[in-house]
């Protein structure tokens, strides 16, 4: 009875997780298309998943970083909240500069990034079960980027360092959270308050002066747009919580799974509420990616369970 009334649970957080991801991705991009300013879409996710989860974890009881202790988990955090600056970054910039569906496909070579960082880094080897699904993977990607209609180099990097830094991210928490206690939602909010150290600098010189010559030009609908920014930044904060919470119920490995399926939710939600043609040999190359990651799941089950990874 405790099995299955988890398994519902983990089933609804997934469920939960899905959909606010797929409308974080679709309400993004529709306000990125009003609104070209990748860095301060950014800088909004991050003050709202730092200011919003305040009072939520308050209310909860979560308890705080301990004083004794914050100095330290602060230093071994901090290159983890710059790695999910960066990474938020460059995942703004690709779904602005290319369609949502293609810009997660090539998101789904996460799995690639991360054995080759393994390999150069810790010299460690893959198997050939591995090396088969990465090799699916690649292959759906460049299909994908063959046949995509709506091509952009920028969005193409962006996407790939996106998933690049995902992977170092994984690498980095495997070294620096194997032995944490922090709670998985208070973690989520000392990151994103972290990340935004690098960022507000950066935001001032790049975007802030624009963003406020633009707002005084009066461009676009200035409500709707408002709404679109606000939603965003507050469905970012929500589909975190619930990654965050679904891989606190479940083994790294499992959450690789349901990760991938929520990349394949993502991709099909956003051609189907934001219409973006596709080709068949386009389905064909994000259909060959998503497998590819599924497949490199299945290899990893297999093998010894890793330690803690940060959702992604």
């Keep these: 009875m405790r099995v299955r009334s988890e398994t519902l649970i983990v089933s609804a957080l997934c469920a ?14 529709l306000a990125l298309n009003d609104f070209p300013f990748p860095l301060t879409m950014t800088l ?33 955090l901090l290159p983890l909240a710059i790695a999910k600056f960066l990474t938020t970054v460059f995942s703004q910039l690709s779904i602005w500069k290319v369609p949502v569906s293609y810009a997660h496909t090539v998101k789904a070579t996460t799995p690639l990034w991360t054995a080759g960082m393994a390999w150069a880094i810790f010299k460690e080897r893959v198997s050939r079960g591995v090396c088969g699904a990465l090799a ?3 292959s759906g990607v460049v299909l994908a980027s063959a046949t995509e209609l709506h091509f952009d180099a920028v ?18 928490s495997k070294r620096l959270l194997q032995n944490t206690t922090v709670h998985h939602l208070r973690l989520l909010q000392t990151l994103s308050a972290l990340a935004l150290i690098p960022l507000l600098p950066v935001w001032l010189v790049a975007e802030g002066r624009a963003v406020w ?22 469905l970012a904060w929500l589909q975190a919580i619930a ?40 389905l064909l190359g994000m259909a060959l990616a998503v497998l590819g990651v599924f497949a490199y799941n299945r290899v990893k089950i297999r093998k010894s369970q890793p330690p803690t990874l940060l959702p992604v």
């Excluded at 200011?51 to 602060?74: D, E, K, M, N, W």
Aim: aromatic share 6%.
């Design 136 to 138: 699916l993977i690649a």
């Design 243 to 282: 990654a965050f919470t679904v891989l606190s119920h479940v083994s790294p490995l499992t959450y690789g799974v349901a990760s991938a399926a929520k990349r394949a939710v993502v991709v099909l939600g956003s051609l189907l509420l934001l219409r973006n043609p596709a080709p068949p040999l386009n």
């Design 155 to 172: 969005g193409l990097a962006a996407a790939l360092a996106a998933a690049a830094l995902l992977s170092l991210q994984h690498l980095l």
């Design 44 to 76: 909004v996710q991050l003050v709202a998943t730092t200011t919003l989860s305040a009072p939520a974890l308050a209310a909860f009881g979560v308890p705080q970083i301990y004083a004794s202790s914050r100095a330290p988990r602060l230093r071994a």
């Design 213 to 234: 010559m633009w707002r005084g030009s009066g461009s676009g609908d200035g409500l709707r747009l408002s709404i679109l920014v606000a939603a965003d930044g507050v």
């Design 16 to 29: 939960a997780w899905y959909a606010l991801s797929s409308a974080s991705n679709v309400v993004g991009k």
